[in-house]
């Protein structure tokens, strides 16, 4: 009797340090969400702050800086429900206006405008990889979250369910392929 006692004892400890494991696993990864979408908004915005700052220096012909200004200042603006599809329309804006070398070379060309062109690239450069970053985050702690013991036990207490950030990052082919940013 007592031998069952000690076993059943054991089990009862050797299952709640599993489930104090993998609660705290969550909570980690939660974290690790919670960190990456800061640096993907810090990276984002920098995006826009750059493209804005592009677009008022007058470096650029008209029509390209106010297409430019108006998608940067409406990802900045954003609320969080649209932001992807405003954070998306600045990466067509980047492409439509740097989507030939000649701009950019533009851009380099006037006071300045070497490192604004090495500043927008690199932080163009820089968006996609904290969005896979954010991403990767988020599809681990859906991938536990799945588990039949997490959802048994509630084990996420009341986090929301991570969404993923997908939006259209892909660089302007100009500044993406430019040697030494």
Do not use: C, K
């Not at 089990?11 to 939660?30: C, F, M, N, P, Q």
């Not at 700052?53 to 954003?78: F, K, N």
């Not at 927008?120 to 990889?129: F, G, H, I, K, S």
Request: aromatic share 6%.
């Amino acid at each position: 009797m007592t031998s069952t006692l000690i076993w059943i004892a054991v089990a009862l400890v050797a299952i709640g340090l599993y489930l104090s494991w993998t609660a705290g696993r969550l909570d980690r990864l939660h974290s690790r969400i919670d960190a990456a979408r800061a640096a993907l908004d810090a990276q984002l915005l920098r995006r826009a702050s750059v493209a804005q700052e592009l677009a008022t220096s007058g470096v650029l012909d008209p029509a390209a800086s106010m297409v430019l200004y108006e998608a940067a200042h409406a990802a900045r603006q954003a609320e969080e429900d649209h932001r992807e599809v405003a954070e998306s329309d600045l990466s067509h804006a980047l492409r439509a206006v740097f989507g030939e070398s000649a701009q950019v070379e533009a851009v380099q060309a006037a006071p300045g405008g070497e490192s604004a062109a090495r500043e927008l690239a690199q932080a163009v450069r820089r968006v996609p990889m904290a969005r896979r970053f954010h991403n990767d985050a988020v599809r681990a702690a859906r991938a536990l979250r799945r588990h039949r013991t997490v959802r048994w036990f509630r084990l996420a207490g009341h986090a929301p369910f991570p969404l993923a950030f997908e939006m259209d990052d892909e660089p302007p082919t100009a500044l993406a392929d430019r040697p030494g940013t």
